[in-house]
């Protein structure tokens, strides 16, 4: 059947699934690119700065719903893997019904508090008009990111991170028009570049919707499907409440960071900012590679296949630790002309912060190939709280800079923040992967003997 992955050589499989995911990744990071840059090159430092300011709580809250949506997705995928189909619709159903809650409850209350994160965060005075308006726009339209990366978690469990992609990048397209109308002709500042995001994110939902519908029947519930079991309900918040924590937790290290970066100044802020752009969508090849690795480890867990388990995540993590190193030399190298694409080239203060953060983490970019390759194959496996542990480390690492060296080292320990978490949740992940995999495989050798004794 087209998109399983339990049958051929996991390398080529691995690659030929994070090939759409990467593209698909890099045209949403194009959402935020081409809000930052047409901010930044219309609108001034300062609106890039309002843009910028809370980009951590933003990790925050979305990152919670990707996380959870994702989780919602890894025990489609164990069913699709095994062959269970009735299961398969009656987790596609519940995991609906459980993302329109989550959606609307995010949603009412981040705008109901988006005054108090912002005086959290330290938002300077005069950028915090700009940033409030920017900010209640994107958690307003949380049910348009929850129904984008619900939808395309599904179709990806069923081994399709294609269409997903095609759908992203015909959205991203239509956001830079968006960005262009709202921003330049209806002048609109940071709230229309605000608007121009999520209304292209539900447009992407909506597509990923109407394929599902069409094309896709396997994900069709049946009548008899579509009722809510406790059991099955708690199995989806198993997964998909400590994923979305995972994203939650790293992001609350990554709030009181920026918080003291933001007590820095505007120019610090700034520099961060258009640092921050560069390295999210230098780490696009990170994701698209741990996605597929987390895929394929679930559908072959699901077919009792441990021997491609470890086989796909070996390689999965040396084509990230390959990527990091390469992708590192470009962030230490070209990190200052990068960072030209946010910030003009008389804002020398702000370039020249934007280059060290971006050159001092380029030394440490190989790590990130082991930490999120290996975390997500643990998620895939069904382990998820394990996997959060890393998050929970990488958080008390960014606190403990920026609380404790950042009041003396000031932006110097800004740039080492990040990576502090990273070796630190490196350190942890990699032996509780080693470990995971070894346990399940023992426990199906254990059973398969049991089972040819009846």
Known sequence: MKGNMVQGNPLKLILSFSLPLLLGNLFQQTYNMVDAAIVGQTLGANSLAAVGSTSSVQFLVLGFCMGTCIGFGVP??????????????????QGAVLSAIIAVVLAVSTVALCGWILDILQVPQEIYGQAYAYQVVIFA????????????SILRAIGDS???????????????????????VLKWGVMGAAIATIVAQGISGLLCLALIVKKFHILH??????????????????????????FSITAIGSMVMQSANNGL?????????A????????????????????????????????DRVKKGVKQGTAVGVGYGIFAGAILILFGRTLSMLFVSADS????????????????FWWSLGFLNVLRTAVQGLGYAPRAVFAGVVE???????????VPVFKFDAITFCDQVAWIGACLYIIPVCIYTIKHLEQEMKANAALNSLK
């Open 395 to 405: 958080m008390v690492c960014r606190c403990a800079v920026a609380l404790f060296l």
């Open 265 to 273: 100044g505007t120019v610090y802020v700034s520099g961060f900012t």
């Open 221 to 246: 519930p049946h009548k008899e499907d579509c009722h809510m079991e406790k059991a099955i309900s708690k199995d989806l918040m198993i997964m998909g409440m400590p994923m979305g924590l995972q």
């Open 348 to 363: 020398a203060a702000v370039l020249d912060a934007s280059a060290l953060y971006l050159r001092r983490m380029g030394m």
């Open 275 to 306: 640092g921050m752009k560069i390295k999210q969508f230098m780490m696009c090849p990170f994701d698209a590679i741990a996605t597929a690795v987390s895929t394929f480890a679930s559908q072959n867990y699901g077919a009792g296949r441990m």
């Open 76 to 93: 489609v995928a164990q069913r699709f893997g095994a062959e269970d189909y009735e299961g398969l619709r009656k987790y596609v159903f």
């Open 162 to 184: 294609k269409t997903p992609f095609l759908f992203l990048a015909t959205s991203a397209v239509l956001n830079i028009f968006l960005d262009l109308f709202c921003i330049i």
């Open 141 to 152: 339209g949380i049910p348009c990111t929850i129904l984008y990366n619900y939808l395309s």
